[in-house]
């Protein structure tokens, strides 16, 4: 039993040394197999990217290589194995942009799809409703809660700046000077400087016609830190065209009044008409003669208005525009020279022609022979009541002010006082007048009255001084009295020294 048991392996053995063996062949090269994501997002502020990659059975003869058609995107770099580096270029386009990477490893070509997103900006600025002096911005920032102002500023201003910094500077600058000029703290004052969120319909106003503008903005904090670069936005006015427009004009003139008569070779032509001072005009900086003086003056006028007034440009250019052949009566200062203007011209202050002028001088105002009555009482403690009457129907100024502002005046002296008086023009009456007025119990008041015709004190002061306490009452007149005191005539023509119809802006 035990030796069959031994010849078993023996057997076996000799089973398998019989056996013939084959040759062994090499095994067949597997080929290499570049893996790489096909897609690669970036955003549109650009910068340094890297696409990783790997390989199976590499080829120990192969390098990766890529390259790209595309100029935005450069400096590719395969250098280290397992990534490929690579520059892209910030997009300013509103839409997003696509580059292909085309990468070789052998025979291998990947193409790897590089999508850079549309470039958002910080803040987008739109105009519209572009004229000859007024233009409107809509300013809609990416950060709806960031701070920012809205400015406006001449291109020419705003180039001379080198850079970003320095033109955020001189706003700063400028803005802190203002506060410190007005007295308000620098919150206050910015709270009309910045706005936030989308701000649409704002207007540009009191431009000039045909000039480049730079609308501009940035992001700032109430600690008058920028928080991003400038946004400008460039815009052109509309140009007016010139017209071949003339006017004739001559004058009437009936002591210091004046009837200007004008003549428009165009009779369906607005256009503008008003006398100044020549003295006013010779001493103004610029050719009154161009059109680019009349121009700025009528932008500066207008733009005066609107900030004090609240007028509109129709308000300011309005009661001077005409059309057609025209008589425009003026009162004037006696004896003085005026030169008449007139040019093609809008409501918005737009100016479309030549400049047309006339030089003219007024006479002497009349003395008048008006004898003017003041009777005044207290109806009550605190009411002053008076009756002004007149023998004829020239014109006068009247007014009540406290006894004590003309205390040691003349007559004269007082007369001189009131034509320098800026309310004295615009209190002036014809015939018959009733008025009154609260007064203070205690206090002593000067009724007063006098021929006034341009400027000029046509007769003596009529004057009533009355107490103000009930059952007070008092009347006087410009008449002469029997002791030669009431009512002393004015011994020459009073007049006020620099009387003008209107101030040439020179801001």
């Given amino acids: 039993m035990k030796w069959f048991i031994c010849l078993i392996p023996a057997f076996a053995m000799g089973i398998v040394c019989s056996c013939d063996k084959k040759p062994m062949l090499p095994s067949e090269p597997e080929e290499p197999v570049l893996m790489i994501d096909d897609k690669l997002e970036i955003p549109y502020s650009g910068g340094s990217f890297s696409l990783s990659y790997t390989i199976e059975n590499m080829d120990d003869d192969l390098s990766v290589n890529a390259s790209c058609e595309e100029g935005w995107i450069h400096d590719i770099d395969c250098a280290e194995f397992g990534k490929i580096r690579f520059n892209a270029d910030a997009s300013n386009e509103s839409l997003r942009r696509e580059a292909i990477i085309n990468i070789f490893y052998g025979d291998i070509e990947k193409k790897v799809s590089v999508i850079q997103e549309e470039f958002v900006p910080d ?280 006894s004590s502002e003309f205390e040691g005046m003349s007559d004269e002296e007082m007369l001189r006082f009131l034509l320098a008086d800026p309310l004295t023009p615009l209190n002036v009456k014809q015939g018959y007048f009733p008025g009154g007025c609260g007064v203070t119990t205690g206090e002593r008041y000067t009724v007063y009255a006098f021929g006034y015709s341009n400027g000029v004190a046509t007769t003596g002061l009529a004057r009533v001084d009355i107490l103000a306490q009930e059952g007070e009452s008092a009347s006087g007149s410009n008449a002469p009295s029997d002791s030669g005191q009431a009512g002393l005539p004015v011994g020459e023509m009073l007049e006020i020294s620099q009387f003008n119809v209107e101030c040439i802006a020179s801001y």
Avoid at 202 to 222: H, I, K, S, W
Avoid at 226 to 238: G, H, I, N, Q, R
Avoid at 299 to 308: E, G, K, S
């Fill in 123 to 402: 803040f987008r600025i739109e105009l519209s409703d572009i004229n000859y002096t007024t233009f409107n911005v809509d300013i809609f920032p990416k950060d709806k809660e960031m701070y920012y102002p809205a400015l406006v500023a001449d291109k020419e201003f705003v180039n001379g700046f080198s850079a970003d910094d320095e033109l955020i500077q001189n706003v700063k600058d400028e803005w802190i000077a203002d506060a410190e000029r007005l007295g308000v703290d620098m919150k206050q004052y910015l709270d009309t400087k910045l706005m936030k969120g989308d701000n649409t319909g704002m207007t540009a106003q009191d431009r000039l016609p045909g000039r480049e503008y730079v609308v501009y903005t940035f992001g700032m904090n109430y600690d008058l830190e920028a928080l991003t670069p400038v946004y400008k936005a460039d815009v052109m006015t509309k140009a007016a065209e010139m017209k071949d427009v003339s006017f004739e004009m001559n004058t009437t003139v009936a002591g210091a009044n004046a009837t200007l008569h004008v003549v428009p070779s165009d009779k369906g032509e607005t256009y503008y008409v008003n006398v100044f001072l020549s003295s006013d005009l010779d001493s103004q900086d610029g050719d009154i003669s161009t059109v680019e003086f009349w121009q700025q003056y009528f932008i500066d006028l207008i733009r005066l208005n609107r900030i004090i007034f609240g007028s509109t440009p129709e308000d300011v250019m309005s009661p001077y525009l005409h059309s057609g052949d025209d008589d425009v009566e003026f009162e004037l200062a006696p004896n003085t020279d005026y030169t008449a203007i007139a040019m093609a011209a809008s409501s918005e202050g737009v100016v479309f022609s030549k400049i047309f002028t006339h030089d003219f001088r007024t006479a002497n105002v009349n003395m008048s022979d008006n004898i003017i009555t003041i009777e005044a009482y207290m109806n009550a403690k605190d009411d002053l009541w008076f009756d002004i009457y007149t023998t004829n129907n020239d014109s006068y100024s009247w007014g009540v002010k406290l």
